[in-house]
């Protein structure tokens, strides 16, 4: 379909500077494997410090390009199943809010004054911008569904027979989970840390705060991933080419996330003081039930490939699997889907293992964390992410894809370098080899006295994973911006693959409406994180002062500095 | 509903049940999370106390960028247990090959118990990035043959 000068605007600039930064981002990704590995044993590189970097890694890898590119694809599927475009002026507010939002804390990190990594617990202080340049990112992002909302609901009348597509019901059960858990961070960040940060309060409650936090973290994750399966239920088949093998499995399994996406985040701190055990339990079992949508999805999907496969000739119980367009340059975005949904096997597996109490309890925060999670958000996350940036730009811009054999086969270097790399970090985080940590200087260093030679395989491994990556993700920023300055070859237009349904059930009115779904979320909310937050706030003593990170002395508050001038 | 559907939703519930199965089986029988005690300030007075031949106990304060002790001996079979907690930012408290894990946080006392029973070195990783010098934030406990005692 056609869209407007304005709309097309805005999704170049949604996908160009998120991607743009990502090359920061993705040179302190290879950055961290060469620190760890014990290539250089210093604090920094290039005027810039480990955990700078890492900062910036975190920051813009997970939550800018993330949320950038979860806005444009929203604008797009929108647009594209409604044949209306977003209100003008929300979505330029919600651009420039973002943006803005974007270079403050980027400000702040680039100038050292915010190494407080993109979980920022307190009472590690970062600078005040960086805080505030974090919630206008949030809050931008979330604009938009009200938009949305509003032309779903006008369609809905008018159309109160048809099912509402999938695609959309995607997109929605992804924004309102998001809108429900940035809620939590926004307190955070606007009433607890941005007047302690400031010096006007003296003190903040810590394990609130990082309560808060993980209120928003987890369903963070679910946030990165509706996009991609939006994309592997809606397109994935078409491309394949069959159909999905149930589309009432996937309106049952997008409901499911809007359940269980928020109420599991207290499983990020089981090994926190002050939140009693029975919370983390619940928590915890609640967290399996995330594993249900997963299950349905995996099936779905799976006998959808294998509809596709058996389409094409093939044979046998697992034949399908050698049918399928794997390098076909006309069908890349075939190529970055399986290879993301590849490593959410691995990935889905490790997280299995992080969800149970006792497993954490051997790898929580040990390098098997990063191993799990690269396997998800740097999986079919971020696969997903540029494989659809590149679509989306090239098909309303109306140009060819630069270098299509070699666009093709970047999804699997990527996937080879990921295994790589995280089979490493997982390795080293069965051996207690911690994350978020310059082991270069000490761990790695041969003339250290702490020096760990049990780490010095799994660190390497790492960095081979690393530089594979990074190799697959340089080739994809030629590719990607090798397309965007080439010339124009025919009118562009908004177009996405379209998915028909194998069993295309009727409209069962539970699965085609928010309301019963938003009033269970409710409860399970606050079945979950009443006694939590009641735990968080009552159980611990008195409060933490601010402090830097590079000083064990707490800065003085401004309240107690004019004391001692008097 | 397609029955290759019936079967998947047979199988997705045997497998859940045989997960949470082994959590609350495990939650028993091995280390359980650590426990939920009210804040007090005599745990940032950093010390190991014997109460008996075999039971120990350790205030463990964490602050930039070193673990008070930071060297803990006791004798093989010990049970120890470990109050944990910061004088300033996050840190992490992890104790290799015992699968000890806890934040140590301001304001707030952690608690688990460890038993030790094979004799050797115990590295105490701080875990949780706290600042410039996180990478050097290692402790131990020694446990030593009890012929010693």
Known sequence: ?566 | MDPYERKIILITGAVLSLFIFSILYARNRNNDLPECLPYNKAYLEPKITRLDEKTYQVYMVAQMWQFQPAQIEVPVGSEVDFFVTSKDVVHGLHINDKDVNMMAIYGNINKTTVKFEKAGIYKITCHEYCGIGHQSMQAEVIVNESSKY
């Not at chain 1, 804390?105 to 050292?112: I, S, V």
């Not at chain 1, 389409?311 to 399908?320: A, E, M, N």
């Not at chain 1, 999986?379 to 054999?405: D, E, H, N, Q, T």
């Not at chain 1, 059930?505 to 939590?532: C, N, S, T």
């Open chain 1, 1 to 566: 379909m056609q869209i407007s000068k304005s709309l097309k605007r805005l999704i170049y600039w949604e996908l160009g500077i998120p991607l743009t930064l990502l090359t920061i981002g993705i040179y302190h990704g290879l950055m961290q494997t060469i620190y760890r590995a014990g290539v250089i044993h210093q604090s920094s590189f290039a005027h810039l410090d480990y955990y700078q970097g890492l900062t910036l890694h975190g920051v813009i890898n997970a939550v800018v390009l993330t949320s950038f590119f979860a806005v444009a694809f929203g604008h797009a599927t929108i647009a594209f199943y409604f044949k209306r475009e977003p209100h003008k002026w929300v979505a330029w507010l919600s651009f420039w809010l973002m943006t803005v939002g974007t270079l403050m804390a980027a400000w702040a990190m680039l100038a050292g004054k915010a190494s407080v990594l993109y979980t920022f617990y307190p009472p590690l202080k970062a600078h005040p911008l960086f805080y505030l340049g974090a919630a206008l990112l949030i809050v931008g992002s979330w604009i938009p569904l009200f938009s949305w909302a509003n032309i779903y609901v006008k369609w809905k009348k008018e159309n109160p027979l048809v099912k509402t597509p999938l695609a959309v019901i995607g997109t929605l059960v992804n924004f309102t989970i998001w809108f429900v858990c940035t809620l939590a961070v926004a307190y955070e960040v606007l009433v607890l840390l941005l007047p302690w940060a400031m010096g006007w309060k003296a003190t903040v409650n810590v394990t609130l705060a990082r309560t808060l936090f993980w209120f928003f973290g987890h369903a963070l994750v679910y946030f990165w991933l509706l996009p991609a399966y939006t994309m592997y239920y809606t397109m994935l088949p078409k491309l394949a080419g069959g159909k999905l093998f149930s589309d009432l499995a996937g309106r049952i399994s997008l409901f499911l996330f809007l359940l269980f996406s928020v109420p599991v985040g207290v499983h990020h701190q089981f090994s926190d003081p002050s939140i009693p055990r029975g919370i983390k339990m619940f928590q915890g079992l609640l967290t399996f039930g995330v594993a249900i949508p997963s299950f349905i999805t995996a099936f779905t999907l799976a006998a959808s490939l294998e509809y596709a496969g058996k389409k094409r000739g093939s044979k046998g119980l697992l034949g399908f699997f050698g049918k399928l367009p794997y390098l076909d340059p006309n069908k890349y975005l075939f190529a970055y889907l399986i290879c993301g949904l590849i490593l959410f096997i691995f990935g889905g597996l490790t997280g299995i293992v992080n969800a149970s109490g006792q497993l954490n309890a051997v790898v929580h925060n040990t390098a098997w964390l990063p191993g799990h999670f690269h396997m998800t958000v740097a999986g079919p996350v971020f696969l997903s992410i540029i494989g659809m940036s590149l679509y989306l730009y090239s098909g309303i811009a109306g140009k060819k894809i630069f270098l299509p054999r070699v666009n093709v086969i970047i999804p699997y270097l990527w996937v080879i370098g990921i295994l790589i790399f995280s089979a490493g970090l997982s390795w080293g985080g069965l051996m207690g080899e911690p994350r978020r940590t310059n082991l270069g200087m000490s761990y790695l260093n041969p003339k250290n006295e702490l020096f760990t030679p049990e780490w010095v395989p799994t660190t390497m491994l790492a960095l081979c994973g690393g530089i594979i990556m990074t190799f697959a993700a340089l080739l994809f920023f030629i590719v990607f911006f090798g397309t965007m300055f080439s010339k124009k070859m025919q009118t562009g237009s908004l177009d996405l693959p379209v998915s028909e349904a194998l069993h295309d059930e009727r409209q069962i009115l539970l699965f085609d409406r928010f309301k019963p779904w938003l009033v269970i979320m409710g409860i399970l909310i606050l079945l979950a994180y009443v006694p939590a937050f009641y735990s968080a706030s009552n159980n611990p003593g008195p409060g933490a002062p601010a402090f830097t990170p590079d000083n064990p002395v707490p800065v003085q508050p401004a309240s107690q500095s004019n004391i001692y001038n008097q």
